[in-house]
């Protein structure tokens, strides 16, 4: 029997982070409203091209065909457009082969605040007003960024990379190098190692896709020859001594990363380029970059990373 929605693992996607709208969006932006519409339902049976996020939305709807009985993991369409413009956003996705079925069309308004009516635990979207007025709300979201979309079909590992602080916890740490120095940040981590990180807004992803990996570990013990899918990552710009408290925060939350790399200013995109994920989440855009521009990212735009100057926490 599945599991209802409100136990379900959902994510919410906008139609502009699951396929490439740019035409329409020049459309909308350069002819107005009146004119996309007529424009979306004159190509309503052109099927849209695969967007940034689709290889990681593609492979997250794979985990149900692992575990057909409880078929934990859903993915709900949350869209600016109509109904009747969202015709095409649809028929896309029945050809793509994706089971999306639920989807909430708010013609022209944001649909952010529809994030906990579908019990969502994160919601992607191009529009970067959408993620901002989110993640204000207090609801986890991300903006994907433009990037070459990449979808192998005969890699069917879903890899998904993950930064910490102001990401999976929150800017506490930041705030503290930001208004300091180096030494003052890891002393001020050293001193708390022992005391846990409070969540931030991608904390209740990443414990849903520990419980995912737990279910796999469920399936190799019945079977030895189940292969895995799922593979985590967290790529911090921590070193030593300040890594510690980041051990503390995942053990008092009971899960683990499957790789896990403190680079001390390392860039990177050298681990990136190596672990290859679907997708990668940072909450500063001066991590959000690689010189192939083929690895997709998402900026959490969240915390003291996001207000005023840069500076990077090593």
Do not use: C
Not at 124 to 137: C, F, G, M, R, Y
Not at 279 to 306: C, E, W, Y
């Amino acid at each position: 029997m599945s599991y209802p929605i409100d136990k379900k693992f959902v994510i919410a996607v906008s139609s502009s982070a699951l396929f490439d709208l740019g035409e329409s969006d020049r459309v909308f932006r350069e002819e107005g409203p009146v004119a996309y519409k007529a424009y979306q339902e004159h190509h309503q049976n052109a099927i849209l091209d695969k967007g940034v996020a689709f290889p990681f939305i593609r492979r997250f709807l794979n985990i149900n065909a692992r575990f057909g009985t409880e078929q934990p993991v859903e993915v709900v369409l949350l869209s600016r457009n109509s109904a009747a413009t969202g015709q095409r956003v649809f028929r896309s996705i029945r050809h793509h082969g994706l089971n999306i079925s639920r989807a909430a069309f708010t013609e022209g308004k944001s649909p952010y605040p529809y994030i906990p009516a579908f019990n969502a635990s994160l919601f992607l979207s191009a529009n970067e007003s959408d993620v901002l007025q989110a993640i204000d709300a207090g609801y986890p979201a991300g903006a994907v960024l433009p990037s070459i979309v990449v979808d192998d079909p005969d890699d069917e590992e879903l890899r998904v990379a993950f930064d910490f602080d102001g990401v999976l916890a929150d800017d506490e740490a930041e705030t503290v190098y930001r208004n300091g120095q180096l030494q003052q940040f890891h002393q001020h981590e050293q001193d708390r190692s022992h005391i846990p990180h409070n969540p931030g807004p991608l904390a209740d992803l990443f414990r849903k896709l520990a419980f995912m990996q737990k279910l796999e570990d469920r399936a190799i013990e019945q079977d030895r020859s189940y292969k895995r899918i799922l593979r985590t990552a967290i790529i911090t710009a921590r070193n030593a001594p300040a890594h510690e408290r980041v051990v503390t925060t995942l053990e008092s939350w009971g899960v683990s990363a499957n790789e896990t790399f403190f680079l001390g200013g390392m860039k990177k995109d050298r681990i990136l380029t190596v672990f290859k994920p679907h997708i990668f989440f940072d909450d500063q855009k001066s991590h959000l970059s690689t010189s192939g521009r083929d690895i997709p990212m998402v900026h959490i735009p969240f915390g003291i990373a996001n207000r005023g100057e840069p500076a990077e926490m090593v």
